[in-house]
């Protein structure tokens, strides 16, 4: 990828002396950046701001590595095949008319991206503002000369945004404040040829980069994402678009991208320690606090304990609030943190957290205040991290924030402000606080989010320590399983023989005895003990019960024998019977496996029954899964409360569930053919999980 | 209340010529405003500011309403007697050092009412900052003066603050964007003797008041603020802190405050048609878009139909995702209004909504795209608001707001834009669109969320036509039963007797009979038919499933038999037993009545089972009820969807399910010794709802 990074020479196709032009800022960008050998492209002119123009790609003479291209769509094709002709190593085209305008688009698109396949170059874009390169000053984009000149400011920030305008919109925004650092910013649009897989593994490796962030509708490559991301040391963060149904059809408008399974993505995204975003400038908010290179203790009980500094009483209440929503807790102080901010705070205050110090404030002044209430707390064990309230306005309420926070050793642990106050005053304040590393936020829900968003991977850290992997080795009966289902072509294998797989790897399924006869039927549940379950089996039916073949819940023989005649004339005619005692269970799961275009094997667990479609409580991992991953699942349920004994009942077995997982998770990793795997309900008897229903999907 | 807002003679006890004091702020802003006498008081000082100052309140002559009072908490009785003695009408506490401090503190403050009780004096406060009018340009406050003078704005919006510090740094923030125009704010404090009902009639009343937001951490008052809130014309924004149990903690010593039952209070304002806001800005949006007084359309089928007009597709797909969360739809555009944005975008660009008028922009420049976009977005039936997104920066993309939106005939239709660019650019543009009615946010996030504010209320509005109210008599049946209880002085209803009371207003309940001995319990059960529930009555055993007491899907008389033997054993000994028929619902509800010391009577809905808990999915509303109250409570369950015929399921029937909650009211409004009647489960079958257990629990 250096080519487009560190090109030597750099054509501009479609350059122009017009004014208020994209040709014409590309080339102006060029020219006040980077140094090597550039050349303007358009068959009108001979010279362009002083250069020599030249009337195609094939006409230059020179080292050239890369071409910017921007003319009208239907132009394109050409301008490649000169491209090709003339050895251009990479271009980036950023004109737009291709795959997000419609089939006709895609069709032009996909010329394009055979020339350069054929040709052996690579293509960036199109429909993208292309690539900036902050500490090089190298803007290889249509974006207007007076955004960046004067207000970049290099530093550790990297993006890769699927989106052309937005991209040199938000970019100009952020360059504006003074304090944010950018290292490179990566327009990927389209990302026909070029996308974010091998952009994140580049910025993964460049020196500049401390942090990547990414804008992204869609995964072209799921798997390799996930795998770059969960063995970097690099904090990523992950604003993924259209997330709901109607924010992924106006995405596919968009760049023509694939949604994707969002609940998949977004487990797939936790899994790897990704930070994720639901908006553009909280992505950077988390950005640039991660930065910071915080030190993060290790909360020993999973939340992380803040503490909140505040000169009001209500501002503390609000932000506890948004603690509580966002996993955090308050940090408990010791006696000692509290006889040390007793020292300035008149008696009659109580010191508790959130500590209101505004009694201290007044009687010694806000400047000692804060700078002795801080050093208090970032000392103490207890605390993980500082929440400090300031108001930056006038007179005495004008604080040399460098002096207050200049006794602050490091490592520092994370200390995040939230700074209000008149314009004047604040920005004044803000500057100086976020050039020595202290992040400052607006909003109180903002400044808390962010705060969350540095522990929420620690915490998932913590709980990995000494859990064994386990090795899988197809056992003989699994293997004559798989075998058979090829030879009678079956695409869904009915719950009988789905079950038979799961008992291979020893997982508990429901007792069941498959029967032909009435005679047989009254056998089984005899043996089986009442009450009993009957159920119809009729190939290719998955849901049996929307079609007259469950019946649950038979008390006598009398009843079986009514329900049985029944279900014999019933429309769907069942070839046999499933005979199995109704069993009782605190509550129902629902396990599966299902392999996804982008991110390959997934598992899903879900709280059971109706509910798991009314409240949508699901988690995915990506397969192979740890015992660490699954125990992460259960956390991430809405309805965990229910695994951890509800009401008297007993826990979940932890290792069991983990067990169902890992080892659905085995058996879709060793046969590729299966496409899915659905157990639902997994009943929980006493704390352990027992299969009722299976389904085994082949493709 | 008027001699705290206009009154005629001010005195200030505390005042002092020693800068940077607040004696000194207070004294100071009275005399940059308000123009009535000012009295300072301190018996140190012969004269401040150049004005006489007295050594008592006692002393003063000439008119006197109001005493400003900033001294020492432990001085503060003896000036309230000098107040009372001298006729002061009002006095505006605002030392700290009172309850919020803990128990002292608490005695201290009850000692300041008991003396302003007995002088027939009001108390504001104490642990405040007072009060300020923004168009006399009163300020009653120690805030600092520069904080407030030259940025003064006049407009609709006043605050109620149950907070000291905070409302000063807020307000002062708040006044430096210089295009939020305020009315009048109120800092309560600890709210001793002035509370936030009063003066909520008081600026519902207020011309200068357009909207009013309260910060509030407990209501003193809750039934009447509910009622005051249901009747009133003017929008109502409402800010809770110690919505979580820690933050109540904090709460809780902050102003010693009862944070009460969140999820109660959250259904009561709702059901009041008031706005509520999670955070401090995040209130102020809502309140000044609110204040525009947009024409709102009744959205046909609940969702509001917006339009999103930007030049980037990624941040349109972002909106989308918002939008989706917060109940709002993409509206579907007329083949007419797409004909007319298609005026201008070339013809290779399909026009759809999210509308990506980016390559418009570039070829007519985007004055002209922006000005003819809106407006035909405004004009188009189908379109409920517009999200308009701008970059303001340089060159072509400064445009002049005021003339592109100058088009755009009365009345309105919500537009709120969202607005990035560098600070220079933006600033402009938001000041220019600001002062034209038409509100900006710097986040996508929080523009949605307006956007939704604005249309919450409406659609609840919508769904109330034609709906009847139902009056309530009670009849001989109840009537004999209401008497019975106290005269055998039973604290709790066990279920037999609770569910006569339901039965008589005609709500159906389970079949069931009460027996003694296990002859008539046979009988019973093959009276009832097999499967049966078998219960142990035991005085005062509400939780009997937890006793060992309840039974379920027993088959057989055999079973029957073990099963009457064993709980004639059990640890719990029953009087009595209950069989009832094992029914077979589609899932459990759970509903039921309160008392709640600030609102009054409230009825819960919840969904049933172990996922009332685990969930905690259940709404409030204040009784009495409507038809309309309960379809709203329904609206607002999590799960609402299993309500509406899941999986083919029989929805469940709305009119029983109201009638179960309205007439519930009804038994606790008629009969005041009812503390709390809880229905568990109200179990659905079939769509109709029956109750197969219930308590009523008498104070």
Redesign the interface.
Known sequence: MDFFFEPNGVAVVGATPER?T?GHYLLTNLTLGYKGPVYPVNPKYDQILGLKCYPSVSDINGPLDLALVFVP?HAVPQVLEDCVTRGVRGAILES??FA???P??KVLQDQCLAIVRKGGMRLWGPNCMGLIDFSKRYVFSFM?P??WQG?INPGGISLI??????SA??I??L???KTLGLAKVCSIGNKSDVEETELLEYLLKDQATKVVCL?L?SFVNGRRFFELSSSSEKPIVV?K???????A???A???ASLAGNNDLIKGALRQAGIHQA?????MVDIARTLEKDFRLQQPPEGEAKIAIFS????????T??????NGL??ARLSSKTRQRLEELSPA???I?N?V?Y??AM?KHGPALAYKHAIEVLHEAPEVDGIIVHL?A?????FLDMKEIMSGIQKPRKPILFWL?????G?EVTRKALEEDGWPTF????RTVRVMASLFEHLQQAGESQNIPSIEFQANVALKELASQPEEKRTRILDEYEAKKWLQSLRLKVVDEVIVNSYAATLRAANTLG??VVLKGMAEGKIHKT?AGLVRL?I??PGELKRVYEEMRRNEVKPQSFLIQPML?GD?ELIVGITRDPQFGLAAMLGLGG??T???R?VVFRLVPLTQKDVFEMVADL??Q??LKG???SKPVDMESLADWLIKLGWIALAYEKIQEIDVNPLLIIDGAPVAVDATIILR
């Open positions: 208020y994209g769509a737009s008319g997000e305008v419609g006709e688009g207007i007076e955004a207000s945004v699927q989106s052309g305008l937005l919109g938000f100009t925004t360059m504006s404040n804008y509708e604003l678009g259209g997330k709901s149904s109607l924010g059809e106006a995405s408008s968009h760049t639901d908006d553009f400038f909280e000169y009001s009483g209500a501002a503390g209440i609000v506890t609030d948004h603690m509580v929503a807790t308050l009659w205050m109580p508790k959130p209101d505004w009694p007044e108001f306005g006038f007179g005495l309420w209000i106050g008149p314009e004047k604040r607006y909003e109180i829900h009442f009450p929307e819940n008390c006598t009782k509550f109706v509910w479609e009314v409240y409580d809405k309805g409360a229910l509800f009401r008297g």
